[in-house]
């Protein structure tokens, strides 16, 4: 080896390193050391070095047992390495054995605390500052030491080093790169192992040590790492374990499940762990990977198995969404990105999946790429398949809110809405939970009315509540319905934290509210469960629960365990799970907690407030989870769906603060107008509410220049509550402001006012006084004050029949002058139309209409008694021909006449309502009936929305009405045929099997009758129009009831009308014939194109006698049995064709 050039410093150790103790070695290796570190290497005589040179290597020293002679010993090697530099005085020999030593010493690196640390560090940091271990790389057989000297740096680092030592290991690391002509699998190994996730997590200062090498190494380390890779991925996935496209499809078809998940094969370990070292090495060294990515877009596509595309698309979708300046892959790489984005059309479902997970990371991160990221999530949100759908929905239940709000399109929202009515539950309750997550986090920023927050997330309430007119899948509906209300209570209008913060919890219903259209609205108000009658079905369960005592019943313990069984049929019925709801149900009466029954029936009444409700909410809950667990979820349904969750009874004085404009600002209109709803609602459907609140009311009529609508809320409020509860006290003042408004207010104020007067019982000299003053104004009364005198007199004549009889000769005298008044000149146009608008509507048309009201409310009020028919049936011969249109517009202009066709009709249908008026209405059925098929559309729909309401409340009871509905099967509009046909359906389903023989069913005849009186099939020549018109009817009849039990019983039905005669006129006989045996034919046809069987099973069967007649004799029974009334020519016209059955015999009794 060259000798360094002579200089002015020489070496004055002089000792012996031989032949002494080992105490006194250390010491002369320590005074060695210490002098040979202060030389520097500039002025050192190099041959002063040569015999200390040769003593330190000898092999008695190197393998020298004692750690600190050890210690020295290297300090001194790494100084003479250092003063002879660069040409080092050894053998390639010695300088692998002096490597090998060192190797061997930085070994006792892992402890700072050592005595020798210090020896240690200078060492590496010789080793580092003087590069001398680059001569590794010039030794033969070099790769063996540079792989010890890599795994031995590994090896020692922890986070207990100081960072000095990091330092300096990862420059003696790096320096071994750069020299090094050609790089050891190991080494490569050794490095790409620190990168591994256990790795990473146990030991982060090799971790770190490793990203330092590695990046100021990348350019030489990228073919290395790009050979690592290829060995692992490419010779694997190009290896002889091939797999046909058919097994590929195998897969997907859950086919191949032997050491399988979810049908997909398990893919080799390595394999596995390969990709996991790719995704955290793009997260620290990116820049090794430029080989890399090529690899991993090969398996994107790859045909080998949809096994191997998941991991790649699962692993670049890890990539893809790392942080901004952490691989920013899809900058770099846009073919990948493309490629990998295409991963949404991949015919294996678990790749769809996999590349849909990870899209939400991505939008996150890199909001650069949302034209990319919409598109894609479009197509995925609308996937067959119901698991990509469910992770595309999983997106927007993780994302944060700043990414949903600036760059995550509206029409992205839009299309997840429409997930909530996906035929899956699982992706129907992942979008109901996302939307009204998104919701909840944007709330704060629309109620500062934010226009950006409002337009891209007030929707959402809107959109929710559209999916409760979801009904393709009647199946889906308990579900939907629930996931609607969990969405309302859990993120649009959820429980306040606070107790006493009731303020906000209203104010955030009115905002919601805000963004409602009228349907919408009248959805979420429904939702409040204010309109179910009380004590409902789950006041009943805990009644039940009661008294079944957990089963130890002392009397009548049938009947008792057969109503609690009735009530838990009930309320499984509406449950999402009816078969886990009636178990847990049952679970909960049996352990009998009574306690637990006190705090529903609390929270049940809806004179709790809400301080109340919630903390016996909590403790419900809490108490319901201690009997167990796997109940507390049909709790929740349970408590849900019964308590006033959404507005209770502190809601009212904050509700009466907004419509009295408790708020300023420009939303404080709006506010109003809302919560004007809202109490319009609680009056109509939950007055009980306003107990309470009398004060708060009646504050709210005091002084003048109130609003009108303010007014018109607070008496209508007292109104229904006095209604509703006859023991409310009005004192005073409330009784002043009423008479106040009686005399003087609208028309809405006076009916309300007036109702108040009506039912104060304590002071009926009020009402007696109000009569008088309203019966001597109407006479010279200008129509402007007609409405408002007569809403008064309407509520009077029903709630305070005696006051009302004092005057009622002089009343009725009166209103009639009023409904036959002529109209002024010019007032009736020519071309008129047939309905105005209410805000349109004239004094003297409105004026009219009441007078209609005012008849039949003093009817109703003598229903109870035995005066009820004698005073009902002028009243009936004054309705009858105000349902027919008026022709003659002298007296009635078209739209007039329409407005009290309309009211004539309701006022028979309250009056319907009362047994005592029954026999009146048979008399004209028919003429009532053919409302429903009324020229004017606002005439057909009002009647049979008020009839529809009365049906399903039961206020109407007698079957025929149920016929009536059907007169809508040629109704242009189709709004009106589908609430019809939706509500006999779901009647049908909801009643038992003899209710609905009853009321639906047997009923049949009475509809073949309606039709047999219906002005288009007069005479008794019919062609083939007017058959096709009647089996319209029949048509939707069929539809909307036949099933294959019940066809066999509205087969015999039809049969047996050929059995009797019409009761009223035998001038119908041929028409009842005809359509009989049109309904046969048409039950056959249907019977036969569902496959049903039409067995001949005999059926007793009484026909109504108020409407049918025995035939007089047999020989006209058999006449009209045998006769043919339907030609197959007429049946083919209409398209009935087919050979026609000969008329069937009829067994006469």
């Given at each position: 080896?060259?000798?360094?050039q ?10 012996a390193?031989?032949g ?5 070695l ?5 005074a ?6 202060e030389?520097d290497q500039?002025?050192i005589?190099?041959s ?8 330190l290597?000898s092999?008695?020293l190197?393998?020298?047992k ?14 003479v390495l250092r003063l002879?530099a ?8 010695e300088i692998?054995?002096?490597?090998t030593f ?12 050592d005595?020798h640390f210090?020896?240690?560090f200078?060492?590496?940091e010789?080793?580092?500052n ?13 790769d ?11 090896d ?6 100081p960072?000095?030592?990091?330092i300096?290991?990862?420059?003696i ?6 020299e090094a002509t050609?790089?050891a699998?190991?080494?490569v ?7 591994l ?10 971790f770190?040590l490793?990203v330092?090498v590695?990046?100021g190494g ?5 073919r290395y790492v790009c050979?690592?890779f ?6 694997e ?5 091939e ?7 195998a897969?997907?078809?859950g ?5 399988k998940?979810?049908g997909i094969?398990?893919l080799?370990?390595?394999f ?5 070292l ?22 994107l596509v790859t ?5 191997y ?9 890890q990539?893809?969404?790392?942080k901004m300046?952490?691989?920013d892959l899809?900058?770099?790489?846009p073919?990948?990105?493309r ?6 059309r991949?015919?294996a ?5 996999a590349m849909t ?8 991160e890199?909001?650069e ?12 949100l609308?996937d067959?398949?119901?698991?990509v759908r469910?992770a595309?929905c ?8 700043e ?10 929202l839009v299309a997840l ?9 699982a992706v129907r309750?992942v979008s109901?939970k ?6 909840n986090l944007a709330f ?10 409002i337009e891209?997330?007030?929707w959402?309430?809107a959109?929710v509540?559209e999916?409760?007119?979801f009904?393709?899948d009647?199946s ?19 429980s306040?934290?606070?107790e006493?913060d009731d303020?906000?919890w209203?104010d955030r219903?009115l905002?919601?509210?805000?963004h409602l259209?009228?349907?919408?609205t009248?959805?979420?108000l429904?939702?409040t469960?204010?309109?179910?009658t ?5 006041d009943a369960?805990?009644?039940a629960c ?5 089963g130890?019943i002392?009397?009548?313990a049938?009947?008792?365990?057969d ?5 838990i049929?009930?309320i ?14 049952n ?9 637990l ?14 301080k ?5 909410y909590?403790?419900?809950?809490r108490?319901?989870e201690?009997?167990?667990?796997t109940?507390l979820?049909?709790?929740?349904f349970f408590?849900?769906n019964?308590v006033?969750?959404?507005i209770n009874?502190s809601?009212i004085?904050t509700?009466l603060?907004?419509v009295q ?5 420009a939303?404080?209109?709006s ?5 004007t709803?809202?109490l ?7 007055p009980a509410?306003y107990k309470?609140?009398v ?11 109130k609003?009108e ?9 007292a109104s ?12 005073k003042k409330?009784?002043?402001?009423a ?9 809405n ?9 009506a039912?104060?019982e304590?002071k009926p ?5 109000l009569v ?6 109407l006479?010279?009364?200008?129509d402007e ?21 004092r005057?009622s000769?002089q009343?009725?005298?009166?209103v009639l002058e ?5 109209s ?11 309905w105005?608008?209410d805000d ?5 048309a409105?004026a009219?209409?009441?007078v209609?009201?005012v ?5 109703l009020?003598y ?10 049936q002028p009243?009936?011969?004054l ?5 027919r249109?008026?022709e003659?517009?002298t ?7 329409s407005r009290l066709?309309?009211a004539?009709?309701l006022a028979?249908?309250?009056?319907a309502a ?8 048979s008399?004209?059925f028919?003429?009532?009936a053919r409302?429903a098929q ?5 005439v057909?729909?009002?009647?049979i ?13 007698m079957?025929?009405?149920n016929?009536v509905?059907f007169?809508v099967?040629?109704?242009?509009e189709?709004?009106?045929?589908l ?8 009647r049908?389903?909801?009643?038992s ?9 047997q009923?049949?005849?009475r ?9 288009d099939?007069?005479g008794t ?10 089996s319209?009817?029949l048509?939707?009849y069929?539809?909307?009831?036949a099933t294959?039990?019940n ?6 039905l ?10 009223e ?10 359509l009989?045996e ?5 039950l056959?046809?249907r019977?036969?194109?569902?496959g ?10 009484t026909?109504p006698s ?12 058999k006449?009209?049995?045998?006769t043919?009334y ?6 083919s ?16 009794s």
């Amino acid at each position: 080896m060259a000798r360094g050039q002579p200089s002015q410093v020489r070496l004055q150790f002089k000792q012996a390193l031989r032949g002494c103790s080992n105490a006194e070695l250390q010491k002369r290796l320590r005074a060695l050391h210490e002098e040979l570190a202060e030389i520097d290497q500039e002025l050192i005589v190099t041959s002063s070095l040569d015999t200390v040179a040769k003593d330190l290597i000898s092999h008695s020293l190197l393998l020298h047992k004692e750690k600190g002679i050890k210690a020295y010993l290297a300090c001194c090697l790494a100084d003479v390495l250092r003063l002879y530099a660069p040409e080092a005085p050894y053998t390639e020999p010695e300088i692998k054995d002096i490597f090998t030593f060192f190797i061997r010493q930085l070994k006792h690196l892992t402890t700072p605390a050592d005595p020798h640390f210090a020896e240690y560090f200078y060492l590496i940091e010789s080793l580092s500052n003087v590069k001398s271990v680059c001569l590794i790389c010039d030794l033969d057989g070099g790769d063996e030491l540079m792989k010890d000297m890599f795994a031995t740096c590994f090896d020692v680092i922890s986070t207990a080093s100081p960072k000095n030592v990091e330092i300096c290991l990862a420059d003696i690391l790096l320096q071994l790169l750069e020299e090094a002509t050609t790089l050891a699998t190991e080494v490569v190994d050794t490095l790409l192992a620190q990168f591994l996730p256990s790795s990473v997590k146990k030991r982060p200062a090799a971790f770190r040590l490793a990203v330092d090498v590695c990046t100021g190494g990348s350019d030489k380390l990228q073919r290395y790492v790009c050979q690592y890779f290829a060995e692992q991925i490419t010779s694997e996935i190009e290896g002889t374990g091939e797999r046909s496209e058919d097994e590929d499809t195998a897969s997907e078809d859950g086919k191949r499940r032997s050491g399988k998940k979810g049908g997909i094969p398990t893919l080799p370990q390595p394999f596995i762990t390969a990709h996991s070292l790719i995704r955290q090495i793009n997260r620290s060294v990116p820049s090794l990977l430029t080989n890399v990515i090529p690899q991993l877009e090969e398996e994107l596509v790859t045909d080998k198995g949809p096994e191997y595309r998941k991991l790649a698309t699962e692993v670049l979708g890890q990539m893809l969404g790392e942080k901004m300046g952490q691989g920013d892959l899809a900058a770099k790489y846009p073919a990948t990105w493309r490629n990998w984005l295409a991963r949404g059309r991949d015919k294996a479902v678990v790749v769809r999946v996999a590349m849909t997970e990870a899209l939400g990371k991505i939008w996150s991160e890199h909001p650069e790429l949302v034209a990319d990221i919409e598109a894609t999530v479009l197509k995925v949100l609308r996937d067959p398949d119901d698991k990509v759908r469910l992770a595309a929905c999983t997106i927007f239940e993780e994302i944060d809110y700043e990414t949903a709000s600036h760059h995550v399109p509206k029409s992205v929202l839009v299309a997840l809405s429409e997930r909530c009515r996906d035929r899956k539950n699982a992706v129907r309750s992942v979008s109901f939970k996302s939307l009204g997550r998104l919701y909840n986090l944007a709330f704060s920023e629309i109620e500062s009315r934010d226009e950006r927050a409002i337009e891209q997330f007030a929707w959402i309430p809107a959109s929710v509540l559209e999916n409760i007119k979801f009904v393709a899948d009647p199946s889906m509906v308990p579900s939907l319905r629930y996931a609607i209300m969990t969405t309302l209570l859990t993120y649009i209008v959820p429980s306040p934290k606070k107790e006493d913060d009731d303020a906000a919890w209203v104010d955030r219903f009115l905002l919601m509210m805000r963004h409602l259209n009228q349907d919408q609205t009248a959805t979420v108000l429904s939702l409040t469960r204010l309109a179910e009658t009380r004590p409902n079905m789950f006041d009943a369960f805990i009644n039940a629960c009661e008294q079944n005592n957990g089963g130890i019943i002392d009397n009548d313990a049938t009947k008792i365990k057969d109503f609690l069984k009735m009530t838990i049929r009930a309320i499984s019925a509406q449950s999402p799970d009816p078969n886990k709801t009636a178990e847990d149900l049952n679970k909960f009466a049996k352990a009998n907690e009574k306690q637990l029954y006190k705090l529903i029936k609390t929270l049940l009444d809806p004179q709790t407030d809400l301080k109340t409700q919630l903390k016996n909410y909590k403790e419900t809950l809490r108490r319901i989870e201690q009997i167990s667990s796997t109940i507390l979820e049909t709790f929740i349904f349970f408590l849900r769906n019964s308590v006033f969750l959404l507005i209770n009874r502190s809601s009212i004085p904050t509700l009466l603060k907004r419509v009295q404009g408790g708020r300023s600002g420009a939303d404080a209109e709006s506010q109003a107008q809302k919560a004007t709803i809202v109490l319009n609602y609680i009056s109509k459907h939950q007055p009980a509410l306003y107990k309470s609140h009398v004060a708060e009311l009646t504050k709210a009529l005091q002084g003048e220049g109130k609003e009108e609508s303010v007014v018109e809320t607070a008496l209508h409020a007292a109104s229904k509550l006095c209604k509703g509860d006859r023991t409310t006290n009005v004192d005073k003042k409330l009784s002043d402001r009423a008479k106040h408004f009686a005399r003087t207010g609208t028309v809405n104020q006076a009916k309300y006012a007036a109702t108040i007067i009506a039912l104060d019982e304590a002071k009926p000299g009020v009402a007696d006084d109000l009569v008088e003053y309203l019966a001597d104004e109407l006479p010279e009364a200008a129509d402007e004050d007609l409405p408002a005198r007569l809403s008064a007199l309407a509520r009077l004549a029903l709630h305070a029949r005696d006051s009302f009889e004092r005057k009622s000769e002089q009343i009725t005298k009166s209103v009639l002058e009023i409904l036959n008044r002529e109209s002024a000149p010019g007032e009736i146009l020519e071309h008129e139309d047939t309905w105005v608008e209410d805000d349109k509507l004239d004094a003297l048309a409105l004026a009219r209409v009441l007078v209609v009201k005012v008849l039949t409310n003093r009817c109703l009020a003598y229903a109870d008694t035995e005066e009820a028919s004698k005073v009902a049936q002028p009243v009936f011969q004054l309705l009858w021909p105000l349902l027919r249109p008026h022709e003659d517009h002298t007296l009635y202009s078209p739209s007039t006449s329409s407005r009290l066709r309309l009211a004539a009709a309701l006022a028979v249908l309250k009056l319907a309502a009362s047994p005592a008026f029954q026999n009146s209405i048979s008399e004209r059925f028919e003429l009532f009936a053919r409302t429903a098929q009324d020229e004017c559309f606002e005439v057909r729909a009002g009647f049979i929305d008020k009839l529809l309401a009365y049906l399903r409340t039961n206020r109407i009871v007698m079957a025929r009405y149920n016929m009536v509905l059907f007169l809508v099967a040629h109704d242009p509009e189709e709004e009106l045929r589908l609430k019809v046909v939706h509500y006999v359906s779901a009647r049908a389903k909801k009643v038992s099997p003899d209710v609905r023989q009853r009321i639906l069913e047997q009923p049949l005849l009475r509809l073949i009758h309606l039709l047999a009186h219906h002005p288009d099939f007069e005479g008794t020549e019919h062609d083939d129009d007017d058959i096709a018109t009647m089996s319209k009817y029949l048509e939707m009849y069929i539809d909307c009831l036949a099933t294959s039990e019940n066809i066999p019983y509205l087969f015999h039905l039809a049969l047996k009308v050929k059995t009797v005669r019409d009761k009223e006129d035998a001038s119908y006989d041929t028409n009842l014939y005809i359509l009989s045996e049109l309904a046969q034919h048409l039950l056959k046809l249907r019977a036969r194109s569902e496959g049903w069987a039409l067995s001949a099973n005999p059926y007793s069967t009484t026909l109504p006698s108020d409407i049918f007649k025995p035939l007089p004799n047999k020989e006209t029974a058999k006449k009209v049995s045998e006769t043919a009334y339907l030609t197959d020519d007429l049946l083919s016209k209409i398209g009935y064709s087919g050979t026609r059955s000969k008329a069937i015999k009829v067994k006469v009794s």
